[in-house]
C-alpha cells in the first residue's frame, strides 16, 4: 500500500463524513487509487457507506444531487428520478489567469467569487442562509448545495436560466442606464441615470456609487491614474476627479450621474468593467445538471489530501487550515517542484531536494505531484 493510500486509511478509521439527507436515495461513486470510477452504488445505512470506505481507501468518493426510486440501477432511465438538489460549483481553474497564480492566490480569488454567488442567493433568490450549505472542494473552488422543496423538481433549462442569471449571461447593460431629457429653455440637455430596483440594476448602482466613493477618497494622481485605466484621457480623468463634490456624490447616491460631459465619456466603459466584477463564476453545465455527481462532504481529495469541509463562514475559512485532516509528525520526502506555501499558520520555502516536512504538508505536496515519498 502506498503512502498516500495508508494515510487515506488512516483517515477512514475516524471519518469526518456529512451524510446527505436522504442518503439511501442518492447513486454514489468512488474512484480508486489508479483505477477508474466505480458508479451506481447504494447504501442502506450511514455503516454501509463507512465499512466501504474503510474496505475501499478510494482517492474521491462522490454521490449524486439528484434523489432516485433506484438509484444502484446501472441504466440511468431505470434509477427513476424522483428531483435533485440546487448544486453550484465554484473552480479556481477557471479563474482569469488561473494558470499565473499559486495555490494560495488562487483560494483568495475563488472566496471572493463564494461570497458574490451568496449574495445573488440570499439578496436576489431570496434563500435563506439556513438552506444553503457551503463545501470547500477539496482543491481550489467550492460547492453550493440549495435544499428547498420549491428547487427540487426543476428541470435543467431552468436551472439553466437561475444560473444564466448570477453570471450575467443574457443581460443588456444598456437597459441598465437611461437618459432622461432636461429642459433649458429654448435648449435641452441629456442627464443618464441608473435605476435603483433590486436585482441586476440595484448592484450596479451600488458598484457605482461605491467606485466614485473610493475615486473621491484617493490622492488626485492615484484616482486619474485608475479612471485612465477605464479608458479616460487625462483631461476628462482630471475633470471628473474635481467635479466629485459632495452634492454631485449625493446626486449619484440617488442614482443620477450626472449632465457634466466628462461622466458622459466614462459612464458606459465603467458600466463594461463593473459588469465584468459582478457577475459570478458558477460553472452552468454543473448547475444545470440534474444528475450530477458531487463531493461527498467529509470525504478526501485524491489530488490534495485535504478534507471537502463544510464552510460555516467564508470570511473565516482557510482552507489550508480547516481543511487539514493529518498531524505533524515528521515526513521524509524529495521535493521535485519548489514552491512557497503557508499551511497550518506555518510559512514554508521549499526546494528541490530531500526535505523533513509535517505529515500534513507531506501528504498535500505528493497528492499534487510536487514531492515524492
Not at 470510477?37 to 454521490?63: C, D, G, Q, T
Not at 433568490?125 to 427540487?152: K, M, V
Not at 441608473?194 to 488626485?220: C, Q, S, T, Y
Not at 519548489?338 to 526535505?355: A, Q, R, T, V
Request: neutral net charge; contains cysteine; proline residues 4%.
Amino acid at each position: 500500500m502506498n503512502f498516500l493510500k495508508r494515510k487515506f486509511f488512516s483517515y477512514y478509521m475516524h471519518p469526518k463524513i456529512i451524510f446527505p439527507n436522504r442518503f439511501e436515495k442518492r447513486e454514489y461513486a468512488f474512484i480508486p487509487f489508479g483505477g477508474e470510477m466505480r458508479r451506481h452504488l447504494a447504501f442502506v445505512s450511514r455503516e454501509k457507506i463507512l465499512e466501504f470506505l474503510k474496505s475501499e481507501i478510494p482517492a474521491h468518493v462522490y454521490y449524486s444531487s439528484a434523489y432516485y426510486s433506484h438509484p444502484s440501477a446501472e441504466r440511468m432511465d431505470e434509477k427513476k428520478w424522483m428531483g435533485a438538489d440546487l448544486i453550484f460549483d465554484l473552480d479556481a481553474d477557471h479563474l482569469p489567469n488561473a494558470n499565473q497564480m499559486s495555490y494560495e492566490q488562487s483560494l483568495e480569488e475563488i472566496k471572493k467569487e463564494a461570497k458574490k454567488l451568496l449574495s445573488f442567493l440570499t439578496d436576489d433568490f431570496g434563500f435563506s442562509e439556513n438552506e444553503i450549505e457551503i463545501y470547500f472542494s477539496g482543491s481550489r473552488g467550492y460547492h453550493f448545495h440549495i435544499r428547498n422543496s420549491r428547487i427540487l423538481s426543476l428541470g435543467s433549462q431552468e436551472r439553466r436560466e437561475i444560473v444564466d442569471y448570477v453570471t450575467g449571461r443574457g443581460l443588456i447593460i444598456e437597459n441598465v442606464l437611461r437618459e432622461r431629457i432636461i429642459p433649458k429653455g429654448k435648449f435641452q440637455d441629456k442627464t443618464i441615470e441608473i435605476d435603483m430596483k433590486p436585482g441586476w440594476k440595484k448592484r450596479f448602482a451600488h458598484a457605482l456609487v461605491n467606485f466614485f466613493k473610493e475615486i473621491k477618497a484617493k490622492e488626485k494622481e492615484e484616482a486619474i491614474k485608475i479612471l485612465k485605466e477605464i479608458g479616460a484621457s487625462e483631461k476628462v480623468a482630471e475633470e471628473v476627479y474635481n467635479l466629485l463634490t459632495e452634492e454631485r456624490m449625493k446626486r449619484i447616491e440617488e442614482g443620477k450621474i450626472d449632465q457634466a460631459t466628462s461622466f458622459k465619456k466614462i459612464i458606459k466603459p465603467l458600466i463594461n468593467k463593473i459588469f465584468i466584477s459582478l457577475q459570478s463564476g458558477a460553472d452552468e453545465p454543473v448547475t444545470s445538471d440534474i444528475k450530477r455527481l458531487i463531493r461527498l462532504p467529509g470525504s478526501l481529495h485524491g489530488k490534495s489530501g485535504l478534507m471537502v469541509a463544510k464552510v460555516n463562514s467564508i470570511d473565516d475559512f482557510n482552507p489550508l487550515c480547516d481543511a487539514v485532516v493529518f498531524g505533524s509528525e515528521e515526513v521524509e520526502v524529495n521535493i521535485v517542484k519548489p514552491l512557497n506555501i503557508k499551511m497550518m499558520e506555518n510559512s514554508f520555502e521549499l526546494k528541490e531536494g530531500k526535505e523533513k516536512l509535517p505529515e500534513y504538508l507531506a501528504v498535500f505536496l505528493i497528492a499534487r505531484g510536487f514531492a515524492t515519498i
